[in-house]
């Protein structure tokens, strides 16, 4: 039996020699890429590209963002992948005038740091005046003698309380929860207030900018009360008059004690 030599199985061979020959020109392609890409400088182009290039700081008011910076110890060059947030985040939150904190990586080469402090509600003595905030942590001076404008809370005993501590006591309680109340902004007393003094369970004493002072129950009155005590005081100012003590503690009556004859004196020269 004769063999078929017509034109299809010519063309079949050719096709089969054609792939053979892409086949042998496609791995000579990849083999040129490959020692191409073995001669890049990788380790260069990670230490100049693969880095952090921008590194933010958001939320601060009294914190300087260079000092979170430094407290998340990320820096500009860290390595962009490898970094740990997590660790930073952390880092951040043993800070005891951080109350949150998040660490993300912002696009292309850039880190971000939100973090929310803790504000100051009142003053407390450990020594040196430090801040207690409004939850009741104790917060580590940003730096010696620099504290806020706020009240000095006298009566509980902070001696040997560690910065970040959660203080619960029922005096630390009472203090925050006037501090709260004289913070409303209808009330307009919380500028006037030099000192809340708890030392005593069944009386709490308010010491104004002036030298006046407030006595008033041990929790703070309503509203409407502390509203009147405000009226009188502007009164007073208005008047050109001074109190040695205004006596809160008896519904709807503002007692005011003027000053003894010779405090009256000594204040006028």
Do not use: C
């Not at 971000?112 to 905030?133: F, N, Q």
């Not at 005993?157 to 005096?171: C, I, L, M, N, R």
């Amino acid at each position: 039996m004769g063999s078929y030599q017509g034109k299809a199985l010519q063309a079949k061979v050719r096709r089969r020699r054609g792939g053979r020959l892409r086949l042998m020109v496609r791995l000579g392609a990849l083999g040129l890429v490959a020692v191409a890409l073995a001669h890049v400088p990788w380790g260069a182009l990670s230490r100049r590209w693969a880095v952090v290039s921008d590194l933010r700081v958001e939320g601060v008011r009294y914190l300087d963002p260079g000092h979170v910076q430094a407290i998340s110890g990320l820096e500009l060059g860290d390595p962009l992948w490898t970094t740990d947030l997590r660790r930073a985040r952390q880092a951040l939150l043993l800070d005891s005038r951080i109350a949150a904190a998040s660490v993300t990586r912002h696009f292309p080469r850039g880190i971000r740091i939100v973090v929310t402090e803790r504000v100051p509600a009142l003053l407390v003595d450990h020594g040196t005046p430090w801040e207690l905030d409004s939850t009741g942590v104790l917060l580590e001076p940003l730096e010696r003698g620099a504290v806020a404008d706020v009240p000095l809370l006298v009566g509980p005993d902070f001696e040997g309380v560690s910065p970040g501590t959660h203080v619960a006591s029922p005096k630390v309680a009472r203090g925050l929860k006037w501090a709260g109340m004289l913070a409303d902004q209808t009330l307009q007393l919380a500028g006037q207030v030099s000192e809340l003094d708890v030392s005593r369970d069944q009386v709490t004493t308010l010491t104004l900018l002036d030298g006046t002072r407030v006595v008033a129950a041990a929790w703070p009155p309503s509203a409407h009360m502390l509203s009147a005590l405000r009226v009188v005081l502007a009164d007073l100012k208005h008047k050109g008059m001074s109190a040695d003590e205004v006596d809160v503690r008896y519904e709807n009556q503002v007692i005011v004690r003027p000053p003894a004859p010779n405090d009256a004196v000594g204040r006028q020269g």
